[in-house]
């Protein structure tokens, strides 16, 4: 049974990181998953996310159903992922030490790690926009400088108060973004702009690919929002709360991101969240719309600044055995981490549209793989049995290196390359299909199959999950699941 615990300060600053969550800590409903990721979803770049598609080719009669078939596989598997936190109580990297080995989960995770940093640095971009637009200051770098400051101090306290992040920015997203679907049917003849152009089967998998990419980049860090819900939560409830707020909030971003890119042109290109204020119409109901972006984005950027420090915490980690640090410490790799986001930010901050899409593409790349190891193996290999105790022991079940499972991602990345569709490299079969990335499914379907057949006959999963001794506060260490 979980222990009750005195209620914490939403201003309390969280002093776990990578180590287990005890039950006497677990507390929350699925419902907080359903908030987070719907307030996170519900921001500037889901928008720019959503314009993309149109931005480059595709009709938004055909680019919005594309976006919510990619949005739903994508949620998916991203939700699955989610799934895995209560019943474990670790980071999901930490969690991934059970296919790759305690080093060799450190291969994906240098990439988790540039992840957070490309999506913290584009992310900074508009939001440091909308502070400009909010203080009346035209240096887009004090902007930026301003927002990274707001990211350190939220993703420095810790959980609770990213959570409540999410709270709010759900609410000021229902609001905000409900307002610029009126204001944009308000303002202009959106039916005159869309189904004016054919099916096309490349740009309709662009879109695809860029709702899937958008969730599956999701998946190396949901599990760190999950893992503090009491262990005997539901799976069921847990999966559902994350896709439905994930899905719906960011397939109600990218139509609206769609419907702008289609009834604009050229004119949202330059300032996409300049083009979003001049929508809200008075200066007064601009500036709130400017606080929504800057709430919305908040709450993601945290998300990233929380999830690069747990990766970047990993890594050492697997090499020095530690799994705490003091507040002190875990409070410097955060700062530093928001740092170099946001020198990134002013030095990246030209030719933002295409840049993204590159950076959104190239993700799906290496992470596909990586979630098809993971879910595959948690949930059809080990059948969600895991010695988390051996998860942070070279020595353990686990090992240094997992070469099968090592093996299977290199050869998952590299299948990928005949179908990309990238801006530096077009694969020979993409342009076969007429343009087409469909890498995203080959690099899912692929190394699921190979690694499934591979890993049956190698992996020794435990009888049943074995949690720490001190972790349940009695003698039992080992919990049938």
């Known amino acids: 049974?979980?222990?009750?615990?005195?209620?914490?300060?939403?201003?309390?600053?969280?002093?776990?990181?990578?180590?287990?969550?005890?039950?006497?800590?677990?507390?929350?409903?699925?419902?907080?998953?359903?908030?987070?990721?719907?307030?996170?979803?519900?921001?500037?770049?889901?928008?720019?996310?959503?314009?993309?598609?149109?931005?480059?080719?595709?009709?938004?009669?055909?680019?919005?159903?594309?976006?919510?078939?990619?949005?739903?596989?994508?949620?998916?598997?991203?939700?699955?992922?989610?799934?895995?936190?209560?019943?474990l109580g670790v980071p999901q990297m930490i969690s991934s030490r059970a296919q790759f080995g305690v080093f060799g989960a450190v291969l994906p995770l240098v990439m988790v790690i540039l992840m957070y940093l490309g999506f913290a640095a584009t992310g900074s971009v508009l939001a440091g926009q909308a502070v400009c637009e909010i203080l009346h200051i035209d240096n887009t770098k004090v902007g930026i400088l301003i927002f990274g400051a707001l990211t350190a101090v939220v993703a420095v306290t810790g959980y609770r108060l990213i959570h409540l992040a999410g709270r709010i920015a759900t609410v000021a997203g229902i609001v905000g973004l409900g307002y610029l679907v009126i204001a944009l049917f308000a303002k202009y003849d959106v039916g005159a702009h869309v189904g004016n152009k054919s099916f096309d089967l490349a740009t309709f998998l662009l879109a695809v690919s860029l709702g899937a990419g958008w969730q599956l980049t999701f998946g190396p860090y949901v599990a760190d929002y999950s893992r503090y819900l009491p262990r005997e939560t539901s799976e069921r409830a847990t999966f559902w709360s994350t896709f439905a707020g994930s899905v719906i909030g960011s397939q109600w971003s990218m139509t609206l991101g769609a419907l702008i890119?289609?009834?604009?042109?050229?004119?949202?290109?330059?300032?996409?969240?300049?083009?979003?204020?001049?929508?809200?119409?008075?200066?007064?109901?601009?500036?709130?719309?400017?606080?929504?972006?800057?709430v919305g984005k908040l709450t993601v950027n945290c998300l990233n600044a929380y999830g690069g420090f747990m990766s970047i915490l990993t890594t050492v980690t697997a090499f020095d055995g530690r799994s705490r640090i003091s507040p002190v410490v875990r409070a410097a790799y955060i700062v530093a981490f928001t740092a170099t986001s946001v020198v990134i930010a002013i030095a990246a901050s030209a030719d933002f549209l295409g840049n993204f899409k590159n950076f959104v593409l190239l993700l799906l790349m290496v992470f596909t793989p990586w979630s098809a190891i993971n879910l595959t193996d948690y949930y059809l290999i080990s059948r969600e049995r895991v010695d988390i105790p051996a998860l942070y022991d070279p020595n353990g079940r686990y090992g240094r290196w997992n070469i099968p499972a090592l093996t299977c991602y290199v050869v998952g990345v590299v299948a990928q390359?005949?179908?990309?569709?990238?801006?530096?490299?077009?694969?020979?079969?993409?342009?076969r299909l007429g343009g087409a990335d469909i890498s995203?499914?080959?690099?899912?379907?692929?190394?699921?199959?190979?690694?499934?057949?591979?890993?049956?006959?190698?992996?020794?999963?435990?009888?049943?999950?074995?949690?720490?001794?001190?972790?349940?506060?009695?003698?039992?260490?080992?919990?049938?699941?």
């Open 261 to 294: 890119a289609a009834v604009a042109g050229d004119a949202f290109l330059p300032d996409q969240v300049g083009f979003v204020g001049d929508l809200a119409g008075p200066a007064f109901v601009a500036f709130l719309v400017y606080l929504v972006i800057l």
């Open 1 to 87: 049974m979980t222990l009750e615990q005195p209620p914490e300060s939403r201003l309390a600053v969280e002093h776990r990181t990578i180590e287990v969550i005890p039950d006497a800590e677990r507390h929350g409903t699925p419902r907080s998953q359903f908030t987070l990721w719907f307030g996170a979803n519900m921001q500037i770049t889901a928008i720019v996310d959503g314009a993309l598609a149109v931005v480059f080719g595709a009709d938004a009669l055909w680019a919005i159903p594309a976006l919510l078939i990619g949005n739903i596989l994508g949620g998916i598997v991203m939700a699955l992922h989610s799934a895995q936190g209560p019943r």
């Open 440 to 481: 995203w499914i080959v690099g899912l379907a692929f190394t699921a199959v190979i690694y499934y057949a591979w890993a049956r006959k190698t992996n020794n999963p435990p009888a049943e999950t074995i949690y720490p001794a001190a972790d349940r506060g009695d003698d039992a260490a080992r919990v049938l699941v």
């Open 417 to 431: 390359i005949p179908f990309l569709a990238q801006k530096l490299y077009t694969g020979p079969l993409t342009e």
